[in-house]
């Protein structure tokens, strides 16, 4: 069994994407589709929301993948400190846009919920703020590797700003534990039974954030693939301008 470190290689990396990014996505678009349709016209109106309980098959979803596509960028950004492979380095910056993405289908998502719950689109509530910082921890993250040309250098910057936005990222996900007077609602998905939502949406729950996970992995895998090329043509245009 070869090592996990052969994919950093980024002829490796594209070889086997290539061979699985058509199944990752037939998977996404059945799971999405499935989560979606179910969810949305499938399920019944909450006896305390009404209709509005169904933005969760879109917020909730986006939510989590917001917080994790970061700790997936701490990842990514943590082996390239220490290991210096470019793969790594690469995927960090191909999903960061679609992290961002994310967030602000959740912030957007979480306004049209609250405001019929809560009577207005925005409340500086403790997660929904570390949220909205989030959010511009991505803008940030992004913005750096665009203001700097040497793909190296925005590397090792970029993976230091990962660090510190991971701050929020926790935040975010622990707000409500952290600070109980905030207005968000508890975890949607939990193990304690009293705050999980309903087996009636609690499964088309389920598989909408598959299909979000599944779409997220696809993305990803096209968008490194999309970078590892570029930095291919940046370094073969430096080498035709040397000679």
């Not at 701490?74 to 960061?96: G, N, T």
């Not at 909205?132 to 993976?159: C, K, V």
């Not at 729950?205 to 895998?221: C, E, T, Y």
């Amino acid at each position: 069994m070869g090592s996990i470190w052969e994919y950093a290689n980024p002829k490796k990396f594209i070889a086997t994407t290539d061979k699985v990014l058509p199944w990752v996505s037939l998977l996404a678009l059945v799971a999405l589709v499935g989560g979606l349709v179910w969810g949305f016209f499938f399920t019944p109106d909450d006896y305390k929301q009404g209709s509005t309980v169904k933005i969760i098959y879109l917020h909730v979803p986006s939510a989590l993948m917001a917080i994790n596509v970061w700790i997936m960028m701490l990842v990514a950004s943590l082996i390239w400190i220490v290991r210096r492979h470019h793969v790594s380095a690469l995927a960090a910056k191909a999903a960061a846009p679609i992290g961002a993405t994310m967030t602000l289908i959740a912030l957007i998502t979480g306004a049209i919920w609250g405001q019929p719950m809560w009577g207005t689109w925005w409340e500086w509530d403790p997660r929904l703020t570390s949220f909205l910082i989030l959010f511009l921890f991505y803008l940030g993250y992004m913005a750096l590797w665009s203001a700097i040309e040497n793909d190296d250098t925005a590397a090792d910057l970029t993976s230091i700003l990962c660090l510190v936005g991971s701050v929020f990222a926790l935040l975010s996900r622990y707000a409500v534990n952290f600070w109980n007077q905030g207005l968000h609602q508890g975890a949607s998905l939990s193990m304690d039974k009293e705050e999980n939502v309903a087996d009636v949406f609690y499964y088309p729950l389920l598989l909408s954030i598959a299909g979000f996970i599944l779409l997220f992995i696809a993305l990803v895998f096209l968008r490194t693939q999309t970078e590892i090329r570029a930095r291919r043509m940046r370094a073969l245009l430096a080498r035709e301008r040397m000679s």
